[in-house]
């Protein structure tokens, strides 16, 4: 069965660049949400999406921005990167009305030196 | 505020022993519970979820969990564990809309000894 894709795995920047990780829900999911988790943290929510409007908000910093396009698709931005944002980067997906699981996506560690 | 605790950072059991792993919840309203898995570099599967009714929940894997509102918990139990199991185990409460915003608590790592 298809699964939450994420893109890309791996990505290592400097301090003060930009960084942008994709996000492909399973077929048919229209809510996306984000999730970063620091080394040895509990992933923490940052942003969630619904039918490409933003439906709920977490603990984003303001040099993060997200959407999601009209594929359902998302794309989390950051700018300004700090060695604190180092993290694993999760994605996940459901389908709307499907109060319930969501399904995670394998995350994208992002490592800034 | 709500909030997750989970009051084990760390758990070893031996292999062929029960489980039991704590959960401790803050939520005004009646929550929505999670426990999630995560193996090593890997993402966040779920175990088992609890939204309303039967207050004790059976999951994947042999797990299950009880609900009990008066103790504010929603701890995990297996009767058998497997060397398998070694992971680190998160309890989530689900906020926002259709409470899937999940609040998670700081994990608990399970060992398996032989």
């Known amino acids: 069965a298809a699964g939450v894709i994420q893109s890309p795995r791996h990505l290592i920047k400097e301090k003060r660049e930009t960084a942008t990780l994709k996000c492909y829900p399973i077929?048919?999911?229209?809510?996306v949400y984000w999730y970063q988790q620091g080394p040895g943290q509990d992933p923490q929510f940052l942003i969630s999406?619904?039918?490409?409007?933003?439906?709920d908000k977490g603990s984003i910093p303001d040099r993060f921005s997200a959407q999601q396009f009209s594929d359902y698709h998302s794309e989390l931005n950051m700018s300004s990167l700090e060695l604190g944002d180092s993290a694993l980067y999760f994605c996940?997906?459901?389908?709307?009305?499907?109060?319930?699981?969501?399904?995670f996506g394998e995350g994208s560690r992002l490592t800034v030196l | 505020a709500q909030s997750v605790t989970q009051p084990d950072i760390h758990i070893t059991v031996s292999e062929g022993a029960s489980l039991e792993l704590r959960c401790n919840y803050s939520?005004?309203?009646?929550?929505?519970l999670f426990w999630y898995v995560q193996s090593p570099g890997q993402g966040l599967q779920l175990l088992l979820k609890?939204?309303?009714?039967?207050?004790l929940v059976q999951g994947i894997k042999g797990f299950e969990a009880e609900f009990k509102r008066s103790q504010s918990s929603f701890n995990l139990r297996k009767p058998s564990v497997h060397w398998s199991d070694a992971a680190e185990y998160f309890c989530?409460?689900?906020?926002?809309?259709?409470?899937?915003?999940?609040?998670f608590g700081k994990g608990t790592t399970l060992s398996v000894s032989s």
């Open positions: 077929p048919r999911h229209d809510t």
């Open positions: 999406f619904y039918e490409k409007m933003q439906s």
């Open positions: 996940a997906s459901r389908l709307a009305g499907h109060t319930g699981e969501l399904f």
């Open positions: 989530a409460v689900g906020v926002g809309q259709a409470g899937t915003a999940l609040i």
């Open positions: 939520y005004g309203a009646t929550p929505y």
């Open positions: 609890y939204f309303s009714g039967d207050t």
